[in-house]
T-cell receptor
């Protein structure tokens, strides 16, 4: 199993540009989530999904969209990038509906918005 | 507000020392996770526990539900243990709330 994969690893955007951060998992996990990590702060939840076709907002959803058309994929879209979205983004998956289980994290995407 | 607090923020120790990192949370939880973030940035799950104690190699995690407190211990610490250790909590659902992490540095 590849686990959780994320692409790209690093991206530079100009203010106002849009892009999609890709996340995929091959463990058939129902639950997937996106977090951002900023210096001095804990990881913060952006959006999450409990299964295909179901998404919901987390703590810091503004400026981001998600969709979950398949169990495997959970892309995060930045609609109009802003410097405040400079951060490291992590995707994670787990399978809570089989009992509480380990969280699996992707390697992260480092985003710089100029 | 559901909160997670870790202490200390930074910890430097000599190789071989016994390490303790603490995590406190504000209200009842369904599970607590200890994670390790390597200097390269990757995050790995170390433990998930809802009661008692778990051990894996030199790592031990304990939780006291009544006191709303968990500890992560490292015995015979080694420079390769240098990392950021993160406590995260499920407050009754699948969403995680994270502490800000403890940066551990082990000096040879």
């Amino acid at each position: 199993n590849a686990g959780v994969t994320q692409t790209p690893k690093f991206q530079v955007l100009k203010t106002g540009q849009s892009m999609t951060l890709q996340c995929a998992q091959d463990m058939n996990h129902e639950y997937m989530s996106w977090y951002r990590q900023d210096p001095g702060m804990g990881l913060r939840l952006i959006h999450y999904s409990v299964g295909a076709g179901i998404t919901d907002q987390g703590e810091v959803p503004n400026g981001y969209n998600v969709s979950r058309s398949t169990t495997e994929d959970f892309p995060l879209r930045l609609l109009s990038a802003a410097p405040s979205q400079t951060s490291v983004y992590f995707c994670a998956s787990s399978s809570p509906f089989r009992g509480l289980e380990t969280q699996y994290f992707g390697p992260g995407t480092r985003l710089l918005v100029l | 507000k559901n909160e997670v607090e870790q202490s200390p923020q930074n910890l430097t120790a000599q190789e071989g020392e016994f390490i303790t990192i603490n995590c406190s949370y504000s209200v009842g939880i369904s599970a607590l996770h200890w994670l390790q973030q390597h200097p390269g940035g990757g995050i790995v799950s170390l433990f998930m526990l809802s009661s008692g104690k778990k051990k894996h190699g030199r790592l031990i995690a304990t939780i006291n539900i009544q006191e709303k407190h968990s500890s992560l211990h490292i015995t015979a610490s080694h420079p390769r243990d240098s990392a950021v250790y993160i406590c995260a909590v499920n407050f009754g659902n699948e969403k995680l709330t994270f502490g800000t992490g403890t940066r551990l540095t082990i000096i040879p």
